[in-house]
């Protein structure tokens, strides 16, 4: 079975940064399309970031030279590094593989000052 569980979320000013991870299980990894996505409060879900199984990497305009997603096969993990954060970004962040149904519990990034 499909599990993901994110972590690394927490309140951070505007423009500071954070580095989210994923633990991915129950398929095989390194094979994998893994996608971000975020959900701000009344908002719908939204993609943010793709990484293909060699790394390849595409982004959503917003996101585009501030966020950089990584994978590590080894360890069946995900990252997404955040930079300059903005209040816009204040959302629940998930991680999931491309064609899933499956979601994990999220982690929660709050940018305030």
């Known amino acids: 079975q499909e599990r993901f569980v994110e972590s690394g979320g927490g309140l951070v000013q505007p423009g500071g940064s954070l580095k989210l991870s994923c633990a991915a299980t129950g398929f095989s990894f390194d094979g994998e399309i893994m996608l971000w996505h975020r959900q701000a409060p009344e908002k719908a879900r939204e993609w943010v970031a793709t990484?293909?199984?060699?790394?390849?990497?595409f982004y959503t305009d917003s996101v585009k030279g501030r966020f950089t997603a990584s994978r590590d096969n080894d360890k069946n993990t995900v990252f997404l590094q955040m930079t300059d954060l903005r209040p816009d970004d204040t959302a629940v962040y998930y991680c999931q593989k491309d064609g899933s149904t499956t979601w994990g519990q999220g982690t929660q990034v709050t940018v305030s000052s």
């Open positions: 990484v293909f199984p060699a790394g390849a990497t």
